[in-house]
């Protein structure tokens, strides 16, 4: 099965409400995406495909390249399809491999059992081919297969990706609530950030929406902080073709930028592992870190983003003392941000009323199972001018 350079479906997975983010991540790298839904992108290409996808991509979660698709009624029919396949062309006998699956079907009461079908047929086909049995379990750093199975319909991939690519591998330190980097990249992109502009993040905890700003400004990828997918472990890869892509980006990627990303908060335990991570990150040296409440943020006299992350009140503090936190942030960017777009990225609503300001744009997102909303405030130096009459970046 020559699946490096035979083209088939690919399905490139993300969080809800992230697909219009990775649509434009998916067409700015040269591809034209099929189908656009809810948790992901659809389009046509071959493995070899799928390495640059998964060096590339920042808001993705997995890149799968379909197998198979197959009427299967029941656990019976869907072992008897997938036997069929050609595992030992694509699983060596003397590796390892793992099964996930999503699947909705009355005869599966749990997808445990129908990945436990999945392992028997590869299994059994590679044993009757080869005389010997692969091993598999739960692990996703080796061989990864993934079933999808709704109601009759099955299509079986190889998962390319293995460890999600919704984490960006350099976040050693979570700290308190951190918010996934996937989810992080996709609401700079949702305020249309130059790049070029003055980024402020007030209450930065882990630093992971300043550290994705400084990536995104120096247009360096998650790839270049990971050395292991999927799909290195598929017959037939070519270590040469990721390296080659793994250096295109390290080439592109710029090492400085003329502007200023400052992130601060008043815990300087938040603030030490922020700045451990932007160093794993290698992007240290371009954001100003400090230890101060929020109103004390340094925020120089030029147009840019600022951007709050507070707590919800779900889990985290007291709910009458948030009202009061994001009554402050409203005044701080009445105050002190003219001239700037101010966003705050909250899953509730009753709290973001406090705010005080009126928002002209509020985008939908998910963090985790939560509702949320990324506020968006237009913060006019004076009367309400003509985009063309505001401050410009430097």
């Known amino acids: ?133 692969p091993n598999s379990g739960s692990e996703a750093n080796k061989t990864l297969v993934h079933l999808y199975w709704q109601d009759d319909e099955a299509d079986i991939f190889m998962d390319t990706s293995g460890e999600t690519l919704a984490k960006h591998s350099y976040r050693k330190i979570p700290g308190k609530a951190p918010m996934l980097e996937a989810l992080a990249t996709s609401t700079i992109m949702a305020t249309n950030w130059d790049r070029k502009s003055t980024f402020i993040n007030p209450m930065c905890g882990s630093g992971t929406l300043a550290i994705e700003a400084a990536l995104l400004a120096t247009d360096k990828h ?93 889990r985290l503090g007291v709910h009458s003392k948030l009202e009061i936190t994001y009554k402050r942030m409203g005044d701080f960017l009445k105050k002190k941000c003219l001239g700037y777009r101010g966003y705050v990225f909250t899953g509730n609503p009753d709290l973001a009323k406090k705010i005080g300001l009126r928002p002209s744009r509020r985008i939908e997102f998910y963090n985790g199972k939560l509702d949320c909303r990324l506020f968006e405030y237009e913060l006019y130096d004076g009367s309400k001018r003509d985009p063309s009459e505001r401050p410009q970046p430097k």
């Open 1 to 133: 099965m020559q699946v490096f350079h035979n083209e088939s479906k690919i399905i490139i997975t993300c969080n809800k409400r992230l697909s219009g983010y990775l649509q434009q991540e998916v067409e700015a790298l040269g591809y034209t995406p099929t189908r656009v839904f809810p948790t992901g992108v659809e389009l046509k290409g071959t493995v070899t495909d799928t390495i640059a996808l998964n060096l590339n991509l920042r808001c993705a979660s997995q890149v799968l390249y379909l197998i198979k698709s197959f009427k299967a009624a029941d656990p019976k029919e869907l072992y008897d399809e997938l036997v069929t396949v050609e595992w030992e062309k694509l699983i060596d006998f003397s590796g390892y491999f793992s099964v996930t699956s999503n699947v909705n079907n009355e005869h599966i009461l749990t997808p445990l059992f129908a990945n436990v079908k999945v392992k028997d047929a590869i299994v059994d086909r590679i044993k009757e081919v080869k005389g010997v049995r």
């Open 222 to 314: 998650p790839g270049l902080f990971r050395m292991n997918y999927g799909f290195m472990h598929i017959m037939g890869y070519d270590e040469n073709v990721f390296f080659v892509e793994r250096r295109k980006l390290k080439d592109k990627a710029k090492k400085e930028t003329g502007f200023k990303i400052i992130a601060t908060d008043i815990s300087e335990d938040a603030i030490d592992i922020a700045q451990k991570n932007a160093k794993t990150a290698g992007v240290e040296h371009l954001i100003d870190f400090a230890v101060c409440d929020f109103e004390d943020t340094d925020v120089p006299e030029d147009a840019g983003v600022v951007m709050f992350n507070p707590e919800y009140g779900e």
